[in-house]
């Protein structure tokens, strides 16, 4: 069923909560999980429903995710048929090339909508992380003659300094969004969007064209909250594990959390395996006195020190007599011999001095940046 649809990912967002790990990247290509880049996720659950026709709007700081995605070849969109298209923003005479929200984004590749042949659109963002496939969603959408599904999970814990985009859903017995609430301070569902949602072509372009005409820039705060109790908007559960980048706190927890086995099979279900650019690196390589217990090691690391409860990407080096615990260590970080990180988060190509102690908490890690000296 959902070879009638087509997938719309808005790659724009920017949180600023995120700090110094979306200086020079989008949140789109934020690592995540050892070797994996949040993009992938979404992009993998929309292949794995069987959509080939996949356009990605970008805004800024786009660069690292084209690099990573280049012809869409790990996900099998390098295709002579539809594929993965890249939607940049350009400059004419009506779009100055900056968007002011969602909106401005997607009137922008109206183009690139009218002409996918695909009825229905699965319009997506890309911070929230999870692994599903979208049929029985789109079923549910048609059986109940919806004009938007939103699909949600149920979030019990809520902290005021995460927020970001969070948009909570309030049903009725059948299922039917009765109330939209968008960064409510104290929310009054714990029904929380997974930033996911089913909308047929036609009615997403009438949407963005009145909203546009308006002055409204936002989707989901100018459309969906709006209209609420005009469009039929229905909600879809899902059960499964949720993680939703939002801040560096949440970013630290949902990569620590991997290390739980059955959060890691959820997360990486065989059934739906999550794809990602192939790198060809060896294998990890382990000196004589390591002790690594309880960790996440990607290919082509070298540990010769200590390492428990952390995840490391590719390339990372532990030195002899250096200890590295619950941290998140990015491609190609150096630890020297008698470096301590505790509740770190080291970017891409930092270099840890002999005999330098950093430690954070669980609450407030500390976030080294990319290419930093320490």
């Known amino acids: 069923m959902t070879d009638n649809a087509?997938?719309?990912?808005?790659?724009?967002?920017?949180?600023?909560?995120?700090?110094?790990?979306?200086?020079?990247?989008?949140?789109?290509?934020?690592?995540?999980?050892?070797?994996?880049?949040?993009?992938?996720?979404?992009?993998?659950?929309?292949?794995?429903?069987?959509?080939?026709?996949?356009?990605?709007?970008?805004?800024?700081?786009?660069?690292?995710?084209m690099d990573h995605l280049g012809s869409g070849k790990e996900w099998d969109l390098n295709r002579k048929r539809d594929g993965l298209f890249i939607l940049p923003p350009f400059v004419t005479k009506e779009n100055t090339g900056i968007y002011k929200g969602t909106v401005d984004a997607l009137r922008s590749c109206m183009g690139y909508v009218r002409r996918s042949p695909q009825r229905y659109c699965i319009l997506s963002g890309s911070h929230t992380i999870y692994n599903t496939i979208y049929d029985e969603m789109l079923e549910a959408h048609?059986?109940?003659?919806?004009?938007?599904?939103?699909?949600?999970?149920?979030?019990?814990?809520?902290?005021?300094?995460?927020?970001?985009?969070?948009?909570?859903?309030?049903?009725?017995?059948?299922?039917?969004?009765?109330?939209?609430?968008?960064?409510?301070?104290?929310?009054?569902?714990?029904?929380?969007?997974?930033?996911?949602?089913?909308?047929?072509?036609?009615?997403?372009?009438?949407?963005?064209?009145?909203?546009?005409?308006?002055?409204?820039?936002?989707?989901?705060?100018?459309?969906?909250?709006?209209?609420?109790?005009?469009?039929?908007?229905?909600?879809?559960?899902?059960?499964?594990?949720?993680?939703?980048?939002?801040?560096?706190?949440?970013?630290?927890?949902?990569?620590m959390a991997l290390l739980d086995g059955s959060v890691r099979q959820d997360v990486f279900n065989g059934e739906h395996p999550i794809y990602t650019k192939v790198k060809d690196e060896v294998p990890a390589r382990?000196?004589?006195?390591?002790?690594?217990?309880?960790?996440?090691?990607?290919?082509?690391?070298?540990?010769?020190?200590?390492?428990?409860?952390?995840?490391?990407?590719?390339?990372?080096?532990?030195?002899?007599?250096?200890?590295?615990?619950n941290s998140i260590l990015m491609q190609a970080t150096n630890v020297l011999e008698g470096g301590q990180l505790s509740h770190v988060v080291a970017d891409k190509g930092v270099t840890v001095k002999r005999g330098r102690k950093i430690a954070g908490y669980d609450s407030f890690p500390v976030v080294l940046r990319k290419n930093m000296t320490v």
Do not use: W
């Not at 930033?195 to 072509?201: G, L, N, S, T, Y």
């Not at 070298?302 to 080096?317: A, C, D, M």
């Open 6 to 65: 087509f997938g719309l990912i808005y790659t724009g967002e920017s949180n600023m909560q995120l700090r110094d790990l979306t200086t020079s990247r989008s949140i789109a290509a934020v690592p995540f999980g050892g070797r994996y880049r949040c993009i992938d996720f979404v992009l993998s659950c929309m292949v794995n429903s069987g959509i080939s026709n996949i356009g990605l709007i970008t805004q800024k700081n786009y660069h690292s995710l």
């Open 142 to 255: 048609i059986k109940n003659g919806a004009d938007i599904t939103v699909m949600y999970s149920v979030e019990s814990s809520f902290s005021p300094d995460d927020q970001f985009d969070d948009l909570r859903l309030q049903t009725d017995d059948s299922g039917r969004v009765t109330d939209l609430e968008i960064d409510p301070y104290r929310p009054k569902s714990d029904f929380q969007s997974c930033d996911v949602f089913i909308i047929e072509k036609t009615l997403l372009e009438y949407l963005i064209e009145d909203a546009y005409s308006h002055a409204d820039h936002d989707f989901i705060r100018d459309v969906l909250v709006k209209k609420v109790r005009s469009l039929k908007i229905y909600g879809y559960r899902y059960d499964g594990y949720v993680a939703r980048l939002n801040s560096i706190g949440l970013f630290y927890k949902h990569n």
């Open 286 to 325: 382990y000196g004589k006195g390591a002790e690594v217990t309880n960790s996440i090691i990607a290919d082509g690391c070298i540990i010769e020190g200590t390492v428990k409860n952390s995840v490391l990407f590719r390339g990372v080096h532990v030195a002899k007599d250096a200890v590295v615990e």
